[in-house]
């Protein structure tokens, strides 16, 4: 397993577990104390995580940075591959759809079906550069301000919220940095805007909700679940909160995992 991997599951336990014993994830990922000591302070460079006393801790508001783009980017574990692929599955021909630049949405671009013709926007411009060249796609990508780095590259300021308001999209693909029974939830207020603004102008929302994003209020609220027409998330997320989402009035299907290829 690559040292990023294994990176990218230790956040996944701490956000499952809200804390991590230093022996306990050398053991599971049979490897010295010391080499998860280096991988906990590396992700608590990136603001990911706080090292405690023979471990980390990990609140909803640790995070302030995206994940490296290697780890964002990459190809995705069986989970996220699983609710990327069944989201593809709702595009129909001739849509518009909005896929934006989180990692889950990535993910979705492996799976884009080739043999219809449909419309993407996205605020992305890693997302815009892969899918560009598709003979069936049109892309239009949302201007606004660059951020500098170690920033998404995510397009989410004022001008991006005034310019995707004047689309009428058939779908938007949504998520967050959390997802409980009060709704969508971003690490910032600008990015909860964008969001926003994206299901104001979607017929349809559907909300891409891996496991370690459930039950997680992040700073600014961005849509409420009443909202959302469909939550897909993964067979690690709790019988408990797929029924309290249920109990929102929210249809919730569970993705079958899928390996990479």
Known sequence: MLAEERRSKIVEILKKERKVIAKDL?????????????????????????????????????????????IRYGEGTVHHNGIS???????????????????????????????????????SMKVAETIRQR???????????????PSSGNIIDTVAVDLISQFSLDTGFLTGGGISTKGISTATTEGARF??????????KICLAPHEKLSIDMFARAVSLKEVDLVITDEKASEKMIDELEGQGVEVIVAPAVESD
Do not use: C, W
């Not at 896929?99 to 993910?107: E, L, R, S, T, V």
């Not at 949302?142 to 951020?147: P, Q």
């Open 26 to 70: 050398a053991d599971l990922f049979h490897i010295s104390i010391d080499s998860i000591r280096r991988d906990l302070s590396i992700l608590e460079d990136q603001g990911m995580l706080k090292k405690a006393y023979g471990g980390a801790i990990i609140a909803p508001e640790v995070r302030k940075l995206p994940l490296p783009e290697k």
């Open 85 to 123: 692929k069944l989201a593809i599955s709702y595009i129909q021909e001739n849509e518009t759809v909005f896929i934006g630049g989180a990692g889950i949405h990535y993910g979705m671009i492996k799976y884009l079906p080739s043999d219809i013709s449909f419309t993407v926007v996205t605020n």
């Open 135 to 149: 003979d069936n796609l049109t892309v239009y990508i949302i201007g606004g301000k660059l951020r500098p780095l």
């Open 195 to 204: 969001t926003r603004a994206v299901s104001d102008v979607s017929r349809k």
